[in-house]
């Protein structure tokens, strides 16, 4: 059966066949969010919160309504972090979106970039080193977001992932058999007693990306759209492309996925409970292994860059 | 039967372009005919988000905006 929430015209279907207006359909978001917050307890009665900010629309809007949620309880700080990877013609788009945005909302903004924390820019470390970008991408930006989320003593890092980011990781472990990372996922990661890791959670967990833009629209947080010029070689486009396909076949199949996933992740954390444990000997961050796979890529980088010179 | 013609704004391929369809021809019929997956995107007229079932009229101007999160 085909409903309709009110008289007003609807903008949106959910996969359940219900049509939502405006106004609702921001009330059924918001309330799914807080849903999401109160069922994996990922927000306590006091924080001082940290929201990893890219400007893209996932991440504006969970700063939008964790900004909201922090007015109405003073004992729940935000902050917001940016990362500058240093990809020209991309981040400098979406880091003068989040500027902008904490600017006009009093929000306070740190900016950290791999040029100053590591010596150069993304753009640079793909010329010198012959791996995929996302890769180094991905290990210098948790490196960073843990390590600045510590000194700014921040007690979580909420992350813009949402429902469509959880099932293609998901997939993306099972189809390259390392299930070990897929005990690192879920919707509050790090729960491991360990003061040098800060716990990352992730408000958007059973949000479709679809829902999360449609939410960003009429909230005017949606802007041009950019994408990442490396995001083309990244087996996980491809793994998306077959899970949209799959969806507009199968409604629901993403829920699905991503809800079968959380009745094993218990049983996975218990098997896997021994990851990041360790210290890495060079910089003292939290680590899987001796030396953590930071260190091991700036290793990497500085001999590199000593032969070309 | 008489067409429609509408214009189009996909923000992906940053491109505008004008298609021909078939009156009463909706928002589903339009993406079939780009061979856009719905679930990739929302679709806005006159800055309003609007339904896959809504029927298109002539002259619309219709944005299609993608979903996916660049990265
Ligand atoms: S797509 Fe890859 S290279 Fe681009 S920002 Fe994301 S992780 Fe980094
Ligand atoms: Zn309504
Ligand atoms: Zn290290």
Redesign the interface.
């Known amino acids: 059966m085909k409903m309709n929430c009110c008289s007003e015209k609807p903008v949106i279907g959910l996969p359940s066949g219900e049509k939502l207006c405006k106004s609702h359909f921001t009330d059924y978001f918001e309330n799914k969010v807080f849903k999401t917050i109160r069922q994996f307890d990922l927000i306590g009665r006091e924080e001082n919160l940290g929201v990893a900010l890219s400007g893209g629309k996932d991440s504006l809007t969970v700063l939008h309504i964790l900004n909201h949620l922090s007015k109405q309880n003073p004992k729940i700080r935000i902050n917001a972090i940016a990362i500058d990877e240093g990809i020209a013609g991309y981040r400098d788009k979406t880091l003068a979106k989040a500027i902008d945005f904490c600017t006009k909302n009093n929000i306070e903004l740190h900016i950290f970039s791999y040029k100053e924390e590591f010596g150069l820019p993304l753009d640079e470390m793909l010329k010198i080193l012959d791996v995929k970008p996302c890769t180094i991408c991905g290990i210098f930006r948790r490196y960073l977001l843990n390590k600045k989320s510590r000194e700014l003593k921040l007690t979580k890092l909420a992350t813009g992932h949402n429902l469509d980011d959880e099932c293609q990781s998901i997939i993306m472990n099972q189809l390259k058999n390392n299930i070990e990372a897929s005990a690192r996922l879920g919707p509050k990661v790090g729960i491991i007693q360990n003061d040098k890791f800060v716990q990352r959670i992730k408000p958007l967990y059973l949000c479709m990306e679809k829902e999360v833009t449609a939410y960003a629209f009429i909230n005017g947080l949606l802007d041009d759209f950019t994408e990442c010029p490396n995001v083309v070689h990244s087996f996980r486009a491809q793994v998306r492309d077959i899970l949209n396909d799959m969806e507009q076949k199968f409604p629901g199949t993403k829920y699905s996925t991503v809800n079968s996933f959380l009745q094993i992740l218990p049983l996975l954390k218990q098997k896997f409970k021994g990851g990041m444990i360790k210290v890495c000997l060079k910089c003292n961050e939290a680590s899987a292994n001796d030396v953590c796979n930071a260190c091991v890529y700036l290793e990497r980088l500085k001999k590199s860059i000593v032969k070309v010179e | 039967m008489s067409k429609i013609s509408i214009h189009v704004f996909i923000?992906?391929q940053?491109k505008n372009t004008n298609i021909e369809l078939y009156k009463n021809s909706t928002v589903a019929d339009l993406l079939k005919k780009l061979d856009i997956?719905?679930?990739?995107?929302?679709v806005?007229r006159n800055n309003?988000?609007?339904?896959?079932e809504e029927k298109l009229g002539n002259n619309d101007g219709i944005k299609i905006?993608?979903?996916?999160?660049?990265?």
């Open positions: 923000d992906r940053n997956n719905p679930v990739t995107v929302i806005s309003e988000l609007i339904l896959e905006l993608s979903v996916i999160s660049g990265g």
